[in-house]
């Protein structure tokens, strides 16, 4: 079953702007994961961020972890076009039938305009 | 050098055809995966495998079949397909088939059942 959702399905915004995405779920997770698929690609992981661990950083993106909401968000800042892409988080379900594997939300596409 | 690589890129083939999608990976990974992508992106998980365990999603027919000849390479097949089959498939794979470890994902192949 689908586990994680993100937020907004679509977002559009101007070369410099933030951009912020959010990402729900439902059960106990071990972590959360962010990938980016630019169009007719694979998936690129981003950033991970354990579940004991409330905010992580990695160049231009910001991570945050709300387990008490089961909720993620991912910000990029000072945006760049090449930055357009889909944008999806994966959670593993903690214990239950997930085995480990990661589920994937329906992701975010994210468009920025030069 | 590609980490993960899928051939084909694209297969196109009529109902009721057996086709087979090829998958390696040159990481030294220990744990491959199949993913399907539907046309509104939701990214789904079809088998994991390692050479210990190889874990089916329920929801997967038994007329997909994932074949390993070996620790770098995770083969799909697929019997009888059908029209519902259409979607790009993504392999992966990642360390020690942990989800605290990021998954790295192949080009895609997209497969059109006419």
């Known amino acids: 079953s689908q586990q994680g959702e993100e937020d907004p399905q679509a977002l559009s915004i101007q070369e410099g702007e933030n951009a912020t995405m959010n990402c729900s779920y439902k059960?106990?997770?071990?972590?959360l994961q962010w990938y980016r698929q630019n169009s007719g690609r694979g998936l690129v992981h981003l950033i991970l961020?354990?579940?004991?661990?409330r905010e992580k950083h990695s160049g231009r993106l910001r991570v945050t972890l709300d387990t008490s909401k089961k909720s993620s968000s991912l910000l990029i800042t000072a945006s760049r076009a090449a930055d357009t892409a889909s944008y999806f988080c994966?959670?593993?379900?903690?214990?239950?039938?997930?085995?480990?594997?990661?589920?994937f939300g329906k992701g975010t596409k994210l468009s920025v305009k030069p | 050098d590609t980490a993960v690589s899928q051939t084909p890129k694209y297969l196109v083939t009529q109902m009721g055809n057996d086709k087979s999608i090829k998958c390696e990976q040159n990481?030294?990974?220990?744990?491959m995966y199949w993913y399907k992508q539907d046309s509104k992106k939701f990214l789904k998980i079809m088998f994991s495998?390692?050479?210990?365990?190889?874990?089916i999603n329920e929801t997967v027919p038994n007329r997909f079949s994932p074949k390993s000849p070996d620790k770098a390479h995770l083969n799909l097949h697929i019997n009888s397909l059908e029209l519902g089959d259409s979607a790009v498939y993504f392999c992966?794979?990642?360390?020690?088939?942990?989800?605290?470890?990021?998954?790295?994902f192949g080009p895609g192949t997209r497969l059109t059942v006419l």
């Open positions: 992966a794979s990642s360390l020690r088939g942990f989800s605290y470890n990021e998954q790295f």
């Open positions: 059960t106990s997770i071990n972590n």
């Open positions: 961020i354990r579940s004991n661990e």
């Open positions: 994966a959670t593993d379900a903690r214990g239950g039938g997930s085995q480990g594997n990661l589920i």
């Open positions: 990481l030294g990974h220990d744990t």
């Open positions: 495998y390692n050479n210990k365990e190889l874990i």
